[in-house]
């Protein structure tokens, strides 16, 4: 095109303000695509044939590769023309069907997969500190219950408000394994009985009322009608059935002593044994909880009682059982995944879950998911870095590209005017 085809050119561009009407329709854009696309880029280092200078090596994508990858990054130039770099031949050489790269588009890309990159550290970021205070307060917390099992040693913990376990000085289990309590719930005993520190065998008291007792023992069973008040520590060597709620104002105490302990070894897979228990709701089968195999033993207990009584009395009437919903586990599959947290009765086969058995693996498995979530923000971070660090490359290649424009399009211009005149 000579001077005078370039300002017809010039005179029929009409000059516009760049308002947001000049954008049609614009939209956001999923940067999650443009992450996807540049982790696909195919980046290399290479010569370029037609260089000014020869035998430089660059690094930078390859028009036909990303064409493949990004099309809209690449335009096919049916004939573009490059000073020959030889002392030798044509000034000018034509390279028919170049592909000419947007450095704009692949720019707007990355700048795309940054955003994304970014977005992705924020999340994992405030997912990791969202654990590491779980993992606190859970911390805090088993300090907090370690310095309560610590005052209450020696005490029989029960179940109190807010399902946590608490203790009374009045109950308590010496050393030696005794039970002491400073109060018993009524009973009647015709008269006063002194046994002169001997063993009272076969009996069956009613009403009346026992004092100064140094100790008392049973061989067999001992069945309470009524409210039953121990004002010390109980000492239980069996299991303990409890037909109605256990509420206490201390915690549960799990013996662990290290001392006590070993093949002590860490737990392995806890996310996996987590993901294969399953917590449920329920209600108990009318005739099972209460008024059915829990039942068992103490309707056993109550009728040979009865064989033995003397006539009069009775016992209070037991709860309904529970009609409302009830969060738990089904034992049985607990069983399955962790055995050691189930324990069977022996009389009639019912399953029991220990749920603080469970609480080890809660542990572990929210240590072995910070760690991958630690690990997958550092991985994270080193790909943002090398992201930024490519992106630094493609501005700076952009900007020697648009000076060396700048400098083509001022030689034509100069050529133009010479040839004019």
Same mark, same amino acid.
């Given at each position: 095109?000579?001077?005078?085809?370039?300002?017809?050119?010039?005179?029929?561009?009409?000059?516009?303000?760049?308002?947001?009407?000049?954008?049609?329709?614009?939209?956001?854009?999923?940067?999650?695509?443009?992450?996807?696309?540049?982790?696909?880029?195919?980046?290399?280092?290479?010569?370029?044939?037609?260089?000014?200078?020869?035998?430089?090596?660059?690094?930078?994508?390859?028009?036909?590769?990303?064409?493949?990858?990004?099309?809209?990054?690449?335009?096919?130039?049916?004939?573009?023309?490059?000073?020959?770099?030889?002392?030798?031949?044509?000034?000018?050489?034509?390279?028919?069907?170049?592909?000419?790269?947007?450095?704009?588009?692949?720019?707007?890309?990355?700048?795309?997969?940054?955003?994304?990159?970014?977005?992705?550290?924020?999340?994992?970021?405030?997912?990791?500190?969202?654990?590491?205070?779980?993992?606190?307060?859970?911390?805090?917390?088993?300090?907090?219950?370690?310095?309560?099992?610590?005052?209450?040693?020696?005490?029989?913990?029960?179940?109190?408000?807010?399902?946590?376990?608490?203790?009374?000085?009045?109950? !308590?289990?010496?050393? =030696?394994?005794?039970?002491?309590?400073?109060?018993?719930? *009524?009973? +009647? @005993? &015709? #008269?006063? $009985?002194?046994?002169?520190?001997?063993?009272?065998?076969?009996?069956?008291?009613?009403?009346?009322?026992?004092?100064?007792?140094?100790?008392?023992?049973?061989?067999?069973?001992?069945?309470?009608?009524?409210?039953?008040?121990?004002?010390?520590?109980?000492?239980?060597?069996?299991?303990?059935?409890?037909?109605?709620?256990?509420?206490?104002?201390?915690?549960?105490?799990?013996?662990?002593?290290?001392?006590?302990?070993?093949?002590?070894?860490?737990?392995?897979?806890?996310?996996?044994?987590?993901?294969?228990?399953?917590?449920?709701?329920?209600?108990? !089968?009318?005739?099972? =909880?209460?008024?059915?195999?829990?039942?068992?033993?103490? *309707?056993? +207990? @109550? &009728? #040979?009682? $009865?064989?033995?009584?003397?006539?009069?009395?009775?016992?209070?009437?037991?709860?309904?059982?529970?009609?409302?919903?009830?969060?738990?586990?089904?034992?049985?599959?607990?069983?399955?995944?962790?055995?050691?947290?189930?324990?069977?009765?022996?009389?009639?086969?019912?399953?029991?879950?220990?749920?603080?058995?469970?609480?080890?693996?809660?542990?572990?498995?929210?240590?072995?998911?910070?760690?991958?979530?630690?690990?997958?923000?550092?991985?994270?971070?080193?790909?943002?870095?090398?992201?930024?660090?490519?992106?630094?490359?493609?501005?700076?290649?952009?900007?020697?590209?648009?000076?060396?424009?700048?400098?083509?399009?001022?030689?034509?211009?100069?050529?133009?005017?010479?040839?004019?005149?």
């Amino acid at each position: 095109m000579n001077a005078l085809g370039l300002l017809a050119v010039l005179l029929a561009v009409t000059a516009v303000d760049a308002t947001d009407d000049s954008y049609i329709d614009p939209q956001p854009v999923n940067t999650s695509m443009c992450l996807a696309a540049v982790e696909g880029l195919p980046l290399r280092v290479f010569g370029f044939k037609y260089d000014s200078k020869q035998g430089r090596r660059q690094v930078g994508v390859v028009g036909p590769e990303l064409r493949t990858v990004m099309p809209d990054s690449v335009k096919i130039v049916p004939s573009q023309p490059f000073p020959n770099p030889l002392k030798t031949g044509p000034k000018i050489i034509k390279v028919r069907n170049y592909h000419h790269v947007d450095h704009n588009v692949l720019f707007m890309h990355g700048l795309g997969a940054t955003q994304e990159l970014a977005r992705l550290h924020r999340a994992q970021a405030e997912l990791v500190a969202e654990l590491r205070n779980e993992s606190e307060f859970a911390a805090a917390r088993a300090a907090r219950r370690e310095a309560e099992f610590a005052r209450g040693r020696g005490r029989l913990a029960a179940f109190g408000e807010g399902g946590e376990l608490a203790g009374s000085e009045g109950l !308590r289990v010496d050393e =030696a394994g005794v039970l002491h309590a400073a109060r018993i719930g *009524a009973f +009647a @005993a &015709a #008269g006063t $009985a002194d046994f002169g520190n001997h063993t009272l065998q076969g009996a069956r008291i009613r009403g009346g009322s026992a004092a100064g007792l140094a100790r008392l023992s049973t061989l067999g069973g001992a069945t309470v009608g009524g409210r039953l008040d121990v004002r010390s520590d109980a000492h239980i060597s069996g299991s303990l059935t409890a037909l109605g709620l256990v509420s206490g104002a201390g915690p549960y105490h799990d013996i662990s002593d290290r001392r006590l302990k070993t093949d002590v070894r860490p737990i392995v897979g806890a996310r996996a044994l987590l993901s294969r228990l399953r917590g449920v709701t329920y209600s108990w !089968r009318r005739g099972a =909880a209460r008024g059915g195999l829990l039942r068992a033993e103490a *309707a056993q +207990a @109550a &009728a #040979g009682d $009865a064989a033995g009584a003397d006539g009069g009395g009775g016992s209070e009437a037991r709860p309904a059982p529970d009609a409302q919903q009830i969060v738990g586990f089904i034992a049985q599959e607990v069983e399955a995944v962790v055995p050691s947290a189930v324990s069977t009765r022996a009389a009639d086969g019912v399953k029991a879950v220990a749920t603080s058995r469970l609480v080890p693996l809660l542990v572990e498995g929210v240590n072995e998911m910070a760690a991958v979530w630690e690990r997958e923000r550092d991985e994270l971070h080193a790909r943002l870095t090398s992201i930024e660090r490519d992106n630094a490359a493609l501005r700076a290649e952009l900007r020697a590209n648009r000076e060396l424009a700048e400098r083509l399009l001022a030689a034509m211009g100069r050529t133009d005017t010479l040839g004019h005149a």
